[in-house]
C-alpha cells in the first residue's frame, strides 16, 4: 500500500484517486502518521458486504455467529384473559 504525504495527497489527488482504482488502497498520512485510506467504490462496498451479513447468510452459517449483540426483550404488558377480570 503507497503512503500519500496529505500535501501530496491534496495536490495530487487525480492521481491518489486513479491509483486507489488501479493499485488498491492508498495511505494517506499527516505529518508521518497514518490519517486515513483511499478505496475504490467496489472495495468499500465489498467491505460494507462482509461486514454486515444478511440474514439468510447468518441462517445458513455452518458455524453460529456469538459476537452479534442481542438486544434485550422489553417488558409486555399482559393483558387478563376475558372471563377472569
Sequence with gaps: MKQWPVQDAKAR????LDASMEEGPQLVSKRGQ???VLVSIDEWEDL???ARPTLKELLLAPEPRFDLEIPDRGRLRRRKPQGFE
Design 13 to 16: 489527488f487525480s492521481e491518489l
Design 48 to 50: 460494507q458486504k462482509r
Design 34 to 36: 497514518p490519517r486515513a
